[in-house]
């Protein structure tokens, strides 16, 4: 899983610790019902964890997977034991959640876009897509989502699509989705705002692809298209 300390120490305390779960979810029952801090990282020559990499490696293997260790206590995925004394661990019930390292990735990312602030449309169309990593894919069809919103909120057959479809739904004279309570400039800027939306996040997407590799570019994004399918809900109920 990790062939030597130099690999080790290229690795983020999360990727670490994602290792670490997935060899301690790995152990036979008798050795899993013993988890012991102290005995896990001991370094012992022929003995303990890190024991088939060679001497010279082990301090620095041992320093690295520390790292991974307090992770995955912060996160709630390893606890104490409290039937035990000493420095006796379990894994939480989040824990066995997260049977591999993919498994883990996609609970960071689910971190990084919290489903509970994201609207549903998103939730139910993009956040499975974006805890797989696609981001591309996410931000394209979080976007996609936007745009049935403003279609159906205004009304609008499926002809009407894209930057067309948001000119005409937040037109400031006649769109039906303007807010007639607001200047004129204000109701230009709020259909500016959905027609740029579209025009540079959606649009080019739908013509060519479009690569998100920052996954907090993507969330940005995502986030993004949340507020306006919020507007557009509170647009519908006015």
Known sequence: ????????????????GAVLLEHIQSLPPNELSQLNRHNFFAVSFGV??????????????????REGWLWLEREGILLPNLESSGQGFVISRRGNRL???????????????????????????????????????????????VEIAVREAAGYGGARLGVQLMRDAFHPESG??????????????????FVGAIGAMKNPSSHRDVEFDDPAEAVEMIMFASYLLRVVDARSKK
């Open 99 to 145: 049977k591999s390292r993919g498994d883990v990735q996609a609970y960071r990312r689910g971190k990084l876009l919290p489903r509970d602030q994201i609207h549903p449309r998103i939730v139910e169309k993009a956040w499975a897509t974006f805890l797989r990593g696609a981001y591309d894919s996410a931000v394209s069809e979080a976007f996609k989502q």
């Open 48 to 65: 303990g964890t890190f024991r088939e990499y060679p001497p010279d490696q082990q301090h620095a293997m041992v320093t690295a997977f």
């Open 1 to 16: 899983m990790v062939p030597d300390a130099a690999t080790a120490l290229e690795l983020e305390p999360e990727e670490l």
């Open 176 to 193: 039906p989705l303007r807010d007639k309570s607001a200047l004129t400039a204000e109701r230009e800027a709020l259909k500016d705002l």
